[in-house]
């Protein structure tokens, strides 16, 4: 089967050549192996048994090994994270190491960071634009100049088609599978995250049905503010002996090293008087498809309008896990254009703008996510508050939205369907 190309592949191709090794992360099934094998000439996978026996009781055997090497699933045996780091000291050619792996490992398990050695960059499952859908014309990396360009493109794609990706995964080999197999292998995916990894990374779960009830919550929050205790509450309804909120925090930090759930930090923009700023992080999963599938959501419930999301952002179930779709097909080619992710809200609420991308020299384009088809000017409010509030610290700002249309309003706010958007 040919290979698909990723967003990431445009990193690589800039940086791999230049830099000694750089590890690779992200969820199992992200396509981060298959992606890897591409650029190297030998494969290295501690996954299996009998290599990792062997590397474990002497990690200086990757140094013998065909370069450039991919080290899969290093993290079970982290010493060989040190070994790569030496060799990319004693040797700084460019493009000796990739390194894959699903779970992060654990504090003080290698000997150093690997900062300055090994180049660290996220994988996340498919975007629409990799997943092949429609012909997307307007480029997020050039709304990322500042420049303001004219937006323009029709796209076919409509709320059922939006709805549809939200259910069917943008991971790799999920795709293309019925209904009923796609259901079973993201039932599948959650099970053995809670039965079999999460006990690897050292987190004893004697109740496995009470975390995914926590997923259950955190998937019901997504797109949301909510705090964790009320995660915790809203994953015990009705008991009265609740787990202490270190139980929350402890599956918060345990599925985060699985990269699984994906949040976006709050903004905080540096120079300017903005106030009242609240702190809390927006709560993804790496896949809206698996937050759809712990709430047991299917096509026609979500295009109803069942579900009701908690956490103080109102809106429906389908819209905020849109808003969860949209996000990562912006952060993804986000992370390829050098931009850092945030979102922006104060702490009574009054104001909210879902996605903040900001550059290196701090400016930043704010992007805020509809469901709507057509933008009306109840929908742009808050876009020009922050204008009114940072002037030319913003690049740009741009809607996302369902519609067919992309086109640039009178007040000079871009309107891009997400079918359209392009890296």
Not at 320 to 346: K, M, N, W
């Amino acid at each position: 089967m040919d290979y698909l190309r990723r967003i990431i592949d445009d990193e690589l191709d800039d940086l791999f050549p230049h830099v000694p090794a750089i590890a690779i992360d992200g969820p199992k099934a992200v396509g981060k192996t298959t992606t890897a094998e591409q650029r190297v000439a030998g494969l290295l996978r501690l996954d299996a048994r009998a290599n990792r026996t062997a590397v474990a009781a002497d990690p200086d055997l990757v140094r013998v090994r065909a370069r450039p090497l991919l080290i899969d699933e290093w993290q079970k045996v982290p010493e060989v994270w040190d070994v790569v780091r030496r060799v990319a000291d004693e040797e700084a050619t460019g493009g000796q190491f990739l390194l894959t792996g699903s779970a992060a490992p654990a504090v003080g398990a290698t000997a150093h960071s690997g900062a300055g050695r090994i180049g660290r960059l996220r994988m996340r499952p498919m975007t629409l634009s990799e997943r092949g859908l429609g012909k997307p014309t307007v480029s997020l990396r050039t709304l990322l100049t500042g420049t303001r360009p004219p937006v323009e493109g029709q796209c076919d794609l409509r709320l059922a088609d939006y709805t549809d990706e939200v259910l069917a995964s943008g991971f790799p080999g999920l795709r293309g599978l019925t209904p009923r197999a796609l259901r079973f292998q993201l039932d599948s995916y959650l099970h053995n995250a809670v039965d079999r990894d999460v006990p690897e990374q050292g987190l004893a779960v004697r109740k496995p049905e009470a975390m995914l009830a926590w997923l259950r919550a955190y998937a019901a929050a997504t797109a949301t503010t909510a705090s964790y205790s009320r995660l915790l509450d809203a994953a015990t309804p009705g008991q009265s002996d609740k787990p202490a909120r270190s139980t929350s925090i402890a599956y918060r930090d345990v599925l985060t090293q699985l990269w699984l759930l994906d949040p976006v930090p709050a903004w905080a923009p540096t120079g300017h008087p903005l106030t009242r700023l609240g702190q809390a992080p927006k709560h993804h999963l790496a896949d809206p498809a698996l937050a759809a599938r712990l709430l047991g959501a299917d096509r026609t419930s979500l295009l109803d309008g069942d579900g009701a999301p908690i956490g103080p952002q109102a809106g429906t179930l389908l819209g905020h896990l849109f808003e969860s779709l949209v996000t990562l097909c912006v952060r993804v080619p986000a992370q390829a254009a050098d931009a850092t992710i945030g979102h922006l809200r104060t702490r009574n609420g009054d104001h909210e703008i879902d996605l903040v991308l900001v550059r290196d020299d701090g400016r930043a384009l704010a992007i805020e996510v509809k469901l709507n088809a057509t933008i009306e000017d109840r929908d742009t409010t808050h876009l020009h508050w922050l204008t009114d509030q940072v002037g030319d610290t913003l690049l740009d700002t741009i809607v996302i939205n369902t519609g067919p249309h992309a086109y640039r309003r009178p007040d000079g706010i871009a309107v891009v369907p997400l079918g359209l958007l392009a890296p």
